[in-house]
């Protein structure tokens, strides 16, 4: 992690991203719609504005989100969809090789929210965040405890959740970047928390490295209704949703009176247009049971990020939490780290390491 | 309303009542489920218990929520399924005709929330409230503003939903015993409020009488969304939901970021078994637009009933708040008057009175 110098004597770079060939209004995205190209990068000092600095990417975070900002559809998450033909953008950490602002210096390891999918790039400093190295927190971190998935695994427990000690947790998709994080924040409040994942080995992950007390692997289970009949006999008080359709139907018929059902963000309908969604029949049940249902989007919760980020530096440090990574090398494996989201392959949260 | 007279003399009467002759789990109950039968009270004075009262009926309220209770299955609402072959019950107003407790003399005016759908019947005193005459509000009052949809529309609106003026409130079954009050209890906040409805005349009756900004009729919307789109130009803050299934659905595509969906019933649901029930596909909506959706039985916000009852006399007192009853005669009415509910025939809160 040193000052970059391994490009500090080029002027132009050549640096593969990737950009987005055609919207992908439903199914998984292929490699029709996501494509890497090389571009050149020009690092000479001068040709960079005032107030702008050249990075270097290091990190990439692949998330769930990134599917409904590819649709071509207004709508849904109401993020914004990127023009064709540009560089996708992500959540990233990048290292400063040439810096027009007196606040960055060249060697600086920076998190940027909106982060090209490209080995260089020149961008303004506006939205950029110097990591403070001294802390000693492995970088990767910053992508996923203390980064989106961390801010929204904390926002659903912490903030809108707020169980007692004793409360049912059920989350969903529970060894994802959101739910391995939300599981371990539950425990630490003292809840029994249940999860539900898509292999067996992932639900070996929950109950050995991430503390749930259950777990089932729903691909197993024909019977939604019976397995969380079977996982909560005394009922759901809070479900952390993850996925939506068929899981949040059942959910439904086992949630407690007062529950509480936390939404952020709904895996089983992402490649789904929406005339096609599976319809959630038991909404009914709300009514009887005084039944609350809340989504959210983490970047509404920006103005917890203090206390969020020492609140959980502080777990990390005492190794209260313990994040899962699955990182990829190059940036050439992004598609592929992008798809495999959507299969229930990965154990921890999918990163890609683009350089050292 | 004098002490009962006409029965004092007398120690068995002939009674009519409704019963439920068998359950009906789906479409809306016929004459085959409910069925009037004559029975006889003893009005003996030695024959009723300590504690007990005789009473007459004189009015029975006649809500959409009875509908879930006759099911035969238990869920949905979680109120009680009751016994085949037993008088049905509501909430109902009663002259007190012979009383075994001190707190009740002959000619007294209670409110019976379980009340027994039957002229004359004999019950424990445990739940009944005597209302004030001096108060000088008229009867049928105490079972709509004053009543269950009164409390469910007032929770509704000033407890959960809480809006602040100028807020764009969207309500549907905008002219039942819920919507009419709800309505103009948003008003009253200062919001801009628009009801849908299903017959023109009741749209006529939500601008004339309820003060509504705007209505429309649904039965002549082929499209939701086109529709609310129409009508909120702005977009919707608060839905009040009396229905459910595809306004639901066409409301989530239209809330507003951070907008309540505050539901106190389904109107449209109440007749199909759980499996038929009508998908909502646009929950994803409520991940994107931080959406809250609450659901509520308004009899779990019984601590807050002294409030509402002061607020509520005194609007309707100041003429602030206008209920619209429409009182069907006789309790043989009862059966049409409850299937009536699902016809979109009705102007006001359906109300039998069963004696003067």
Redesign the interface.
């Known amino acids: 992690m040193g000052g970059g110098g391994g490009v500090a004597s080029t002027t132009v770079v050549e640096s593969r991203e990737w950009y987005l060939a055609a919207y992908a209004p439903e199914n998984v995205p292929t490699s029709d719609h996501l494509k890497l190209r090389t571009v050149t990068v020009s690092l000479e000092y001068d040709s960079i504005a005032d107030q702008h600095l050249a990075l270097q990417l290091l990190f990439i975070s692949v998330d769930p989100y990134l599917r409904?900002t590819i649709t071509g559809r207004e709508?849904?998450?109401?993020?914004p969809q990127p023009p064709l033909n540009k560089a996708l953008t992500g959540f990233g950490i990048a290292r400063v090789v040439r810096s027009k602002n007196n606040n960055f210096n060249e060697g600086d390891i920076v998190i940027n929210p909106f982060s090209p999918i490209a080995e260089y790039y020149v961008v303004p400093s506006d939205f950029l965040r110097k990591i403070d190295l001294s802390a000693n927190i492995a970088l990767p971190n910053y992508l996923s405890c203390l980064g989106i998935p961390g801010l929204t695994a904390w926002v659903a427990i912490e903030v809108i959740g707020n169980p007692k000690p004793g409360s049912n947790i059920f989350i969903s998709a529970a060894a994802g970047g959101v739910g391995m994080l939300a599981g371990q924040l539950a425990k630490l409040k003292g809840c029994r928390v249940v999860g539900s994942t898509g292999s067996d080995k992932k639900v070996q992950l929950l109950k050995d490295e991430f503390g749930y007390d259950e777990g089932f692997n729903y691909h197993k289970e024909s019977d939604f209704d019976a397995a969380l009949a079977k996982y909560f006999p005394n009922g759901i008080d809070i479900y952390l949703d993850n996925v939506?359709g068929k899981m949040?139907d059942a959910v439904l018929?086992h949630i407690n009176?007062g529950g509480h059902i936390v939404?952020?963000?709904?895996m089983s309908?992402y490649n789904k247009i929406?005339?096609e969604?599976?319809?959630?029949?038991?909404?009914?049940?709300?009514?009887?049971?005084?039944?609350?249902?809340?989504?959210?989007?983490c970047g509404?919760y920006l103005n917890k990020i203090g206390e969020f980020t020492q609140q959980m530096e502080k777990y990390i440090k005492e190794e209260k939490i313990k994040p899962k990574h699955k990182i990829n090398q190059g940036i050439e494996s992004f598609y592929e780290s992008f798809a495999s989201l959507f299969s229930s392959s990965n154990l921890g949260k999918v990163i890609v390491q683009v350089a050292i």
Chains 1, 2 share one sequence.
């Open positions: 409904s709508g849904d998450l109401y993020l939506g949040l018929n009176i939404i952020s963000g709904m309908q929406p005339a969604r599976e319809g959630v029949k038991n909404l009914l049940n709300m009514v009887g049971k005084d039944v609350k249902m809340e989504g959210f989007l509404s």
